[in-house]
């Protein structure tokens, strides 16, 4: 009768261990390891951020100066000063990724609000003339609205100055009217708006410049973080690279073990073209606008502007050639997370921007 486990007395010999006896004879089955169905890629030298690069540098010489000389010191650094430096990349990548994050949304905002702003002053304006065109002293401040055109972040604010005290002299009168009338409203990304919606939206508006000014100040500060730790490992592993090669003979473990380190020579890498800002627009309000820093790309015979949306791609299999002036890429459908990054390529090799990523909302139109 086979042993019932659940009967087994504490002191039978016995041992239980999840659906086997061990004193039974029976072995539990080997797991069978856990293996993607294809590889994984793996980062090479050739396709990275400089961050990147400067790091898997960094870390194929401390294997080399751990192993064949720990002692050396260049200055006063070593192989822990090394290791420290190493382990400072990951959290200030993480920083500069989550601080890029605040810095568009704080951005795209400021861009929903002038959106807002400009559709409202535009169609507000042309709903009160089809309702009250025959009122003179309504149509004369209207005229006055209309001689500004909302064409740039000042004149946006400037119409909706000028329109709000009207759309609330018109509501106003709507209301004395028998039988009352009820107050214009303006539907925008499914919401109805309202004169003090527009003004909410007027009033804040400044919060939110202040809140992209002080977004893009501390994002600047984690690039600059970022950028000197890659200058100071970089200077670091050069300058005992150096010492090394010219401390052992060739033929020696110590000076074989340097061919592991890639080396910068022959074509100069291609300059990265950083993403400058991404937002909504398009014809229909659903592709995705990007702009790119000025200047970057030097000696890339490629440039491209990569995308994915999450969920759906398995990686950037978008691309199209990047232009100078910006790229318009789409459409998209509501809901959709885009990512998006640049990618400039030469006999050297290939070097990829940061990735930036934009949620595409309902159009404002």
Do not use: C
């Not at 997370?337 to 909302?361: D, H, P, Q, W, Y």
Request: negative net charge; charged residues 20%.
């Amino acid at each position: 009768m086979p042993h019932d486990p659940l009967k087994a007395r504490w002191n039978d010999g016995s041992v239980w261990n999840g659906g086997f006896l061990w004193s039974s004879g029976s072995t539990p089955p080997e797991e069978t390891p856990l293996l993607p169905a294809t590889p994984i890629p793996l980062n090479t030298h050739t396709t990275m951020q400089p961050h990147e690069i400067t790091k898997e540098r960094a870390i194929l010489s401390l294997t080399v100066w751990t192993q064949h000389a720990p002692a050396l010191m260049i200055g006063n650094q070593g192989t822990t000063e090394l290791e420290a430096l190493i382990d400072q990349y990951e959290p200030l990548v993480q920083l500069r990724a989550v601080k890029q994050d605040e810095a568009d949304a704080a951005y795209r905002a400021q861009q929903t609000t002038l959106a807002k702003l400009k559709l409202l002053g535009t169609r507000v304006a042309q709903i009160i003339e089809g309702h009250h065109s025959e009122d003179v002293l309504i149509m004369k401040d209207l005229k006055d609205v209309y001689q500004t055109s909302p064409r740039s972040e000042g004149t946006i604010l400037e119409r909706a100055r000028m329109l709000y005290p009207l759309w609330v002299r018109v509501n106003t009168a709507r209301a004395a009217h028998t039988p009352a009338l009820p107050p214009i409203t303006r539907m925008v990304q499914g919401v109805d708006h309202t004169a003090a919606m527009f003004k909410a939206l007027l009033d804040g508006y400044t919060t939110q410049v202040q809140a992209r000014s002080d977004a893009d100040g501390v994002l600047a500060g984690t690039k600059k973080d970022l950028e000197d730790l890659n200058e100071e490992t970089d200077a670091l592993i050069k300058k005992w690279y150096k010492v090394m090669k010219a401390s052992y003979d060739p033929g020696s473990p110590e000076y074989e073990a340097l061919s592991s380190i890639p080396t910068e020579g022959g074509t100069p890498a291609p300059g990265i073209i950083e993403i400058s800002t991404v937002v909504q627009g398009g014809e229909n309000g659903l592709h995705v606008e990007a702009e790119y820093v000025p200047g970057g790309g030097e000696h890339a015979t490629t440039r491209l502007i990569k995308w994915m949306v999450v969920g759906v791609d398995t990686g950037f299999t978008h691309s199209e050639p990047l232009e100078a002036t910006g790229n318009v890429i789409g459409p998209f459908v509501v809901g959709n997370v885009v990512k998006l990054m640049t990618e400039v390529s030469n006999s050297s090799g290939t070097r990829t921007s940061a990735e930036r990523t934009i949620t595409i909302e309902p159009p404002i139109v």
